[in-house]
């Protein structure tokens, strides 16, 4: 492929596949160098790191990942991007292309059968309508991984990284620092992207930790809580958790723990750092039951 840069080369693209994009899949090509610099630099790639990429796209930051990784394992819903990406990245024999939903596929299979096991770093400009579900599938479902390296929504990066008492902190925030350490690394305006998204990016990196810093009940019980906390986020934490459907904490457990944690009866979940919900949580739970 001629290297005219990388807006002209995605035209090229596009135009020579009659590709149409599909907004439906959050289609939003990167066409800035300098950005695909930052998010690989800022993954901290080296050469016998294995990389799951996420929606590869037209393959424009697959191939800068594949020039630095050992192995890369790219995963994208779009099978009519399947002929392209076959072409954008002919001559890397690193790159696993895989077709499938991230949602559904196997990612402990992958690392297993691509990394022994060991864990991968995530680096991704994600589609921005399931970025939350994918973050937290990530997580979760406890895939061995360093890192998780991603373009996302300004918003939804604020939110990963903001602490108590602040409008973008909520159950995401905490969520997120339960596994990791996160840290927006770059801000991207909407015209380094073919289509221009409607809102502002940034890139985030989530340094997963090796142990949580909290010790916890039982982690889903506790995200069970926060959420309920956060549903009705402009209620007493008291009347959150006694309102939640399948909970209903009963009012006096609630303020007989705030007590003990030596915090008022008042108080809203949002001014709970993780450290006192993983402490609720054992109060009104572990010595109850
Ligand atoms: N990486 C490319 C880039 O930076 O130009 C494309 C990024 S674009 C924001 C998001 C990509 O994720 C698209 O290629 C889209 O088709 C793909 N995608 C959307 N939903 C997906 C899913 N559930 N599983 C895998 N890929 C998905």
Redesign the pocket.
């Known amino acids: 492929m001629a290297d005219s840069g990388i807006p002209q080369n995605t035209i090229e693209i596009l135009q020579k596949y009659d590709f149409r994009i599909?907004k439906k899949?959050?289609?939003?090509?990167?066409i800035d160098q300098s950005v695909l610099n930052r998010i690989v630099e800022a993954a901290g790639i080296e050469g016998d790191d294995c990389v799951l990429?996420?929606?590869?796209?037209?393959g424009?930051?697959t191939r800068c990942l594949a020039e630095r990784a050992g192995r890369v394992a790219a995963?994208?819903?779009?099978r009519n991007?399947i002929p392209v990406l076959k072409e954008t990245l002919a001559g890397y024999d690193n790159i696993t292309l895989i077709n499938?939903?991230?949602?559904k596929v196997d990612l402990n299979g992958i690392v297993a059968e691509l990394n022994g096991g060991r864990p991968v770093k995530v680096v991704?400009?994600?589609?921005y309508y399931?970025t939350t579900p994918i973050i937290m599938k990530l997580l979760e479902s406890h895939v061995p991984l360093q890192s998780i390296t991603v373009m996302v929504q300004k918003e939804v990066a604020d939110r990963m990284q903001a602490g108590p008492g602040t409008k973008d902190y909520g159950a995401l925030s905490l969520a997120v620092q339960y596994y990791a350490k996160p840290e927006i690394v770059a801000n991207v305006p909407p015209n380094c992207f073919i289509p221009r998204p409607s809102v502002g990016s940034a890139v985030i990196r989530l340094t997963r930790y090796e142990k949580p810093p909290v010790q916890v009940r039982d982690e889903t019980g506790l995200f069970t809580l926060i959420r309920a906390a956060f549903n009705q986020r402009r209620k007493t934490l008291t009347n959150a958790l006694y309102n939640a459907q399948g909970l209903h904490v009963p009012k006096e457990r609630t303020a007989q723990a705030l007590e003990r944690l030596g915090l008022p009866s008042s108080i809203r979940g949002e001014a709970l750092t993780l450290e006192q919900f993983a402490a609720l949580d054992f109060l009104i739970y572990a010595f109850y039951f």
């Open positions: 599909q899949y959050g289609q939003n090509f990167l990429e996420i929606g590869p796209g037209l424009t930051m995963v994208e819903i779009d991007l499938d939903d991230i949602l991704a400009n994600l589609p399931i």
